[in-house]
Each structure stands twice: as C-alpha cells, then as structure tokens.
C-alpha cells in the first residue's frame, strides 16, 4: 500500500487535487481507501471519485474503502492502543483534540516558529500568508514571545512609556533585539508547513463537478458515458424543465432558451429560409405546466413541447456546454 498525502488546506481544494494529472495516475487501477475527522468529508469525496469514473474523467479504481465514522470513531473503538493511528486528531468542537491514551502530550507534530514539538492549539494562531490562513501550533515560548511584542508594539504606537515596557533601546535587554523577520516575535510571520514547502493548489483548475452532473443526468444516471453499448436514449419533441421560479412566466421559458432564434444544426447556421421556418415554428412551442394534482399549485416543473426533434436535439447539445438561465 502506497499512502498518499493531499497535502491541501480546506475540502474546498480537494477537486483540485483530484484533477491534477499524477494524482489521476495515482489512483488508476488502485483500491483507494480514505480517512477523515468523522467520516463526512470522505463521503463526498468518494462520490465526487465514483462520478469522475462514471464520465470518464478518471480511470477505473477497484473500488473506494472509507473509515466507517472517521478517525473519531476508529479512536473511540481503540481508545488505549489507538490501533494503527499515531498522534491527535484535531476536532471542531469544545474537545479539540483526541488521541489514544498510550499516546505521549507532545505526539508528532511541531511549533511552526521555532520547530519544538508541541501539538497543543492555543492562542488561535494562524499562518501569517493572507491566503492561507489555516491554524497553526505554537509552543507556550513562542506564544509569550509573540504576545508581549504585540503588546509592546502597541504602546510605541500610543506613545506610552510604561515602567514595564521601555521604548528606549537598551543593549542588556534580549527583547530590544526587536527582529521583526522572526516567526517567534511576530504572528504575521508565522507559516504553515504547507507554505514552508511551498505547496500551493489555488491555480489548479478543480474537477467541473456541476458539468459532470449535467452529462449524467442527460445520459441517465446508472448509464458510463461514451460506452459503446448503450441504449440508445429515444429522441422526443418535448423537454422536460425542473427548478424554475415559482414567478416565472412562459416569455421567460422561452427567452431563456432563445426559442425565438435560429438554430443551428450539426454546428453550422440554417439556410434563411430554413431559419424563416424554425422561427415560425418556434412561436408554436407550447408550455404546460406541471400542477400539484391535490392543491393545483404550481411546484416549479414545466415541459416545453417543441415542433421538431431537431430542435430538441440543438437545444440538449448548448445545455451541456451552455445551461440556460432564467433572469
């Protein structure tokens, strides 16, 4: 088994990763098993993999295998050995932390300041990069040394000139060195140890999630994309149109799928008269709206009835690159 570390700052960046080239080559042909905090984020992951197979974004795994519950239950389950888990698991709640009882306070992780371990979340610091911002461990030294340089920095922009604090550079005093280059003095430059490495995912286009739904829904939702031997789906006149405002009016319907312009067929622009034809057509397509059989209201669904299967077709096509959008 090869562990593969995303190396990401949020979930928000984990189609990002997922869409980078080697980790695609990765994944190919590989059982892929994953963990989180308590198991939510690896749910959404995992679909957001089986749906990249799907449409053949993504090469075919031999499945996806998930901690039942996250590392939070995995510890609950061996809460003195901690089973094959080694440090803390950070939490986003009054606990903060757990970690199996065999396990030491310090665990494996470092003071991003001064690289002493430490694994406590005090003080909520966070990395000094204004587009990182993800928290950071500090030691209790660090801590101190930061706190009172804010402070002093602050009664120099008052002004004050407190018995404590003197604003007057003293060579015997260690805290006149006032180097504002060193993590362990200023917050701002605290870094994480994504931004020490240098790794960086914010450029990286993310998976197209929202299109890929789209072809599947229009492919049915337990066909493979591009597959050779599908059905062939039955072509009809009448569209189907769900989520619509519960004010919307039928001009609106057939603005926004430009019902009264030409289209085109196979990529090229009707002849004139084809066009005089289609247009004219086009003022018949009819709307029926879809009512609750009980109360008669209106629940936001609607079928578009079209003069021709060509048009039907034109119109599927441009949804897939080009949803249309009621304004």
């Not at 995992?46 to 519950?69: C, F, N």
């Not at 709307?287 to 609750?292: A, C, K, T």
């Not at 609607?302 to 599927?316: E, P, T």
Request: charged content about 35%.
């Amino acid at each position: 088994a090869t562990f593969i570390n995303p190396e990401m700052r949020n979930s928000h960046e984990f189609p990002k990763w997922l869409n980078l080239p080697e980790t695609k080559k990765q994944l190919e042909g590989k059982r892929v098993m994953m963990y989180c905090t308590g198991g939510i984020r690896c749910e959404r992951a995992s679909a957001l993999i089986s749906q990249m197979e799907r449409v053949g974004d993504l090469k075919k795994t031999k499945g996806i295998a998930m901690v039942r519950g996250g590392v939070d239950r995995y510890l609950k389950t061996f809460p003195e050995s901690g089973g094959f888990w080694k440090g803390k698991n950070y939490l986003f709640d009054l606990r903060e932390a757990q970690m199996a009882e065999k396990e030491g306070e310090l665990g494996t992780s470092k003071c991003c300041a001064c690289d002493r371990p430490w694994s406590k979340y005090e003080g909520k610091f966070v990395c000094g990069d204004q587009k990182c911002k993800v928290p950071v461990l500090v030691c209790d030294g660090c801590k101190n040394k930061i706190e009172a340089n804010t402070k002093k920095k602050s009664l120099k922009r008052k002004g004050s000139q407190g018995n404590n604090w003197n604003v007057n550079k003293n060579a015997n005093d260690d805290d006149d060195d006032d180097d504002d280059d060193n993590p362990s003095r200023d917050a701002k430059n605290l870094r994480c140890p994504l931004c020490k490495a240098g790794k960086n995912l914010r450029s990286v286009e993310p998976v197209h999630s929202a299109a890929q739904k789209r072809l599947l829904t229009l492919e049915g939702s337990n066909a493979k994309i591009n597959s050779s031997n599908k059905r062939r789906r039955k072509e009809s006149k009448t569209l189907f149109i769900g989520k619509l405002p519960l004010s919307v009016t039928a001009t609106e319907i057939k603005d926004a799928l430009k019902l009264n312009e030409p289209f085109s067929r196979a990529g090229v622009l009707v002849s004139q008269a084809a066009a005089r034809e289609d247009k004219k057509s086009h003022r018949g397509a009819e709307i029926e709206w879809m009512m609750d059989s009980k109360t008669g209201f209106f629940y936001g669904s609607a079928i578009v009835k079209l003069s021709s299967k060509d048009h039907c077709r034109a119109l599927l096509e441009d949804y897939k690159t080009n949803p249309p959008r009621i304004r």
